[in-house]
């Protein structure tokens, strides 16, 4: 079965970093795409960041230039960095992934995580 589990969340100053952590595991055969996710209270849950296999990223347009995802293959981690954070940034950031696992076939499935609190003070 697979698991996902972020960590690394927390209260925070605006201005300030911090950075998030999600760990994969389980009878993985291969990842596709490793993904953040937030939602703020009343809100929906929004992409936040992606990382393909090929390394391609994307980035929600209000987190370009503040936000860094990055992957440890060898780990199954997935990671992001948030700078110069605003209370804005203030949700539930969710780790999210496409992957196949073994006895999967060629077939991709998706995985959440529980989710971890960012809170950034003014």
Excluded: H
Excluded at 7 to 23: E, H, I, K, T
């Amino acid at each position: 079965q697979v698991r996902l589990v972020e960590s690394g969340g927390g209260l925070v100053q605006a201005g300030g970093s911090l950075r998030l952590s999600c760990a994969i595991s389980g009878a993985i055969y291969s990842i596709n795409t490793m993904s953040w996710y937030r939602q703020a209270p009343g809100q929906q849950r929004e992409l936040v960041a992606a990382l393909t296999s090929s390394s391609t990223t994307n980035y929600a347009d209000s987190v370009k230039g503040r936000f860094t995802i990055s992957r440890d293959n060898a780990k199954n981690m997935v990671y992001l960095q948030m700078n110069s954070l605003k209370p804005e940034d203030t949700a539930v950031y969710y780790c999210y992934t496409k992957l196949t696992p073994y006895g999967g076939g060629s077939r991709l499935f998706t995985y959440w995580g529980q989710g971890t609190q960012v809170t950034v003070s003014s």
